[in-house]
Every structure is written in C-alpha cells, then in structure tokens.
C-alpha cells in the first residue's frame, strides 16, 4: 500500500486523536499524537518545578527524551523511559500545556522529532500546526472543527469515563475557549486551517462517521 502522511488538524475537542488512531489502524499505518509530546515537556517542566522562562525551558527540553511507542490503543508516551500516557493527561498539564507549547524552541525540538518519527512513512498525525509546519507537503490534510457545546461534552464525558468528577461543563468549555484563544494567537505556528486542508465540522458525527470519512478521503489518494 502506498504510504502517505495523514495530517490531522484543529481544536482541542475536536475529534482528532479518537479519528486519527482509527484512521491509522484502517490503514495499519503509525500513529502520532503530537498533543502528547507537548503534554510530556509539560510534565517535565512541572516536575522541575521552575518558572516558566525559555530560557528554563530550554533547559528542561535538553535533558529529557521524549519517546513514543505504538500501543493497543493507539500510543505509550515515554518521559525518559517512564510511561506518562496517563500523567499527561492530568488536569494541571491540562492547564498549561499550551503555555509550554508556545515556546519556540520547545517546538522546534518537537516538530523535529515529530518528522523523524514519520519521515517517509504512512503515518497519521494530529496536532495543530502538521498541515502546516510539519509536513506542509502531506499528501491528505484534515482540520476537524465542532461546536464548542459539542467539544466540552466530549471532554466531560471523557472525564466521566475516567472517574474525574471535580469539572462542571461550563468550566470545560472556558477552558477549552481559553486553550484555543491562546493555541491559535501564538506567535509561532498558531492553530490554523493550511489553505489545503479539508474542513470537516463534527458536531453532528460519530466517531465512526467521522473516521470513515477521513478514511474514504485517504483511500482515494492511496490508491490513485
Ligand atoms: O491535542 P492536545 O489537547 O493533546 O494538545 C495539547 C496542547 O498542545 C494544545 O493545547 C496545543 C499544543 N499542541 C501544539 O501546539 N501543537 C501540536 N501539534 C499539538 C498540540
């Protein structure tokens, strides 16, 4: 099978990791959710407990090593050899991760990782800016948008399968405005459609309909 990149776009809540792992598990393709890697140099800087200066961040991204490894469902993100696919998902990474991910050189460091990791590849990655920053030449583009209504009820039950109770919807849902006001007003690669992407609105989508969109869309490509 022809091996494409599969660059999956948009906001947080928006549908992109669930789609895009089972867009890659269609196409027995790899799988890269890049939110992870900036979750993890999160977590490293919060363990650090330093202040939240570049030039600290520096610091932290040169003695870490972000490692990402092919699971079940989907992705085991490693924080020097440690598994954090859970701890990155914790509510305080939550809260400033997008902080973290402005930084220059931390993106730099990950957008490199990010095309080593996939560089000639099939390979499915969602993100914010892999449409256009990291693979501005990927052969399928997607930007997911829904309703913020739509998203905030996603992560709330997400929460709820988890067992995380302490959040009200209207908290989720200022804390996802507040993530993309900030992720698509940085300065570098802020959170935007590339002018090639297809838009695809899933309020109103399964998940399965909305994988099976993207699928249909990438079959097309691969196999013409
Ligand atoms: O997709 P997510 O919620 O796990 O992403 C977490 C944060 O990481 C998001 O608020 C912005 C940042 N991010 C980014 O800046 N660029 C990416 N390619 C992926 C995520």
């Known amino acids: 099978m022809k091996q494409i990149i599969i660059a999956i776009d948009g906001p947080a809540g928006s549908g992109k990791t669930s789609s895009a792992k089972i867009v890659a598990e269609k196409l027995n393709y790899i799988y890269i959710d890049t939110g992870a890697m900036y979750r993890a140099v999160t977590l490293a800087w919060l363990r650090e407990k330093v202040p939240l200066t570049a030039e600290k961040l520096k610091e932290v991204i ?19 050899d440690e598994d954090v696919s ?35 590849k099939g390979c499915v990655m969602d993100g914010r800016d892999i449409g256009t920053t990291v693979f ?30 302490g959040l009200g919807f209207n908290e989720i849902a200022t804390q996802i405005l507040e993530r993309d006001r900030f992720d698509s007003n940085r300065e570098v690669s802020p959170l935007r459609k590339a002018n090639d992407a297809i838009e695809i609105d899933t309020s109103n ?20």
């Open 86 to 120: 859970e701890a990155i998902r914790s509510e305080e990474v939550n809260r400033f991760v997008s902080q973290i991910s402005a930084d220059k050189y931390v993106r730099e460091a990950m957008v490199n990782l990010q095309r080593k990791l996939a560089e000639g």
């Open 205 to 224: 989508l399964t998940l399965q309909e909305q994988s099976e969109k993207i699928y249909k869309l990438a079959l097309d490509i691969i196999n013409n």
């Open 136 to 165: 501005p030449n990927a052969a399928l583009k997607i930007y997911l948008t829904a309703s913020i209504g739509a998203r905030a009820k996603r992560r709330l039950n997400e929460y709820a399968e988890k067992g995380i109770t």
């Open 62 to 80: 040169d003695t870490i090593n972000i490692t990402l490894e092919p699971s079940a469902n989907g992705q085991i993100t490693k924080l020097n």
